[in-house]
């Protein structure tokens, strides 16, 4: 099983990403994590079950609550509309919450469109290197677009909608009549892209499920919504979703119904997807990472075992020459141009 060794460190982000991010429409200037903080008191949030969610809704003092709120309303328009500011006056913000336990102390902004009641969420964080090289490389290398912005040291994300992996495994996993087929075949695939990618600690609760009605089947697609451990820990088994406990519904559901002759098919069928999406993103995926590649977002340790294992795994001795987890991704998608018949079997 995948164990996460110590708890991450966070990288600040550095001035060639911030050029990076500017160049790519990335960056903002309306508003900063420390702005949130302002606070002058909160409340457990409780959910319609009666439980305490581990969020808490702020408030803040009367006389800087107006430009919060618009500031907050002027970063969704951003996010969503292209910073079309004509639809700022029908959003109002409902509610902010932050989550005291979690490492990076997030925020949770609801906001609700007044002419049809419709709410949407987005995410104020602090700013962590290696999380924006994830989301990065989500928007590039996955199926995925994902809408973020940075102001320096800020990050704001939107919300990524789905239903939690565990609560998924608990749910329709258990349903007789649910199709085990489809969602097997999705998580061999979010298992390559993953792997290739060097996305860690992609258990069920830092994935969800997005279910989409066709007209004769539903389709799934798991996507990810946690990403401060890109290419971070130092044991190649933490950046394979199939090696975690909590993840271990899935894998039963794929014994049961893929032969490893079709598992290996999907395998082949989502690596040529990504080449695929390399290809269409060529320039800016080599952009984003040159400035990876001489990036420090991870432990020294962490990348003398990474690639010793990596170069283990592929038998490829390139790895080895790697400095730096950049120059780690960046060989890894290499490998995604071997031959066809290579068979990568998990160890």
Known sequence: MALISKKKISFKVNEELLDYLK?????????????LTRYNSSIALINSQGEDTLWETVFYPQGELEEIHYNLKSIYTNIQAHGEMSVIDHLFIERVDVCPFGNSKPFRIRIVNKMNDNFDYFYVKTADASRIYG???????????????????????EHIAGIPGHDFAETYLKDSDFSRIRIAKEFVKFNERCFFRLLGDMHSSNFVV??????????????????DQQSYEGRKNVYMPQF??????????????????????????????????????????????????KDEISLPENVINLKTELSKHHKEPKFLKCRNMGEI???????????????FKAS
């Open 23 to 35: 160049n790519q429409g990335r960056e903002v200037s309306t508003l900063k994590y420390q702005d």
């Open 244 to 293: 975690f406990k909590q993840n271990l519904p899935f894998v039963k559901a794929g014994m049961e119904v893929l032969t490893s002759e079709s598992m290996y098919q999907y395998q082949l069928e989502e690596r040529s997807l990504i080449r695929s999406r390399i290809k269409s993103a060529e320039v800016f995926l080599n952009s984003l990472l040159t400035v990876m590649s």
């Open 329 to 343: 991704v960046m060989r890894n998608l290499k490998m995604l141009w071997k031959s066809e018949s290579l068979h």
């Open 135 to 157: 989301l990065e490389l989500e928007h590039f290398i996955s199926p995925n677009k994902i809408n973020y912005l940075v102001n320096v040291d800020t990050l704001i994300e």
């Open 210 to 227: 997005d279910i989409t009605p066709d007209f004769e089947e539903t389709r799934y697609r798991i996507r990810a919504i946690d990403f």
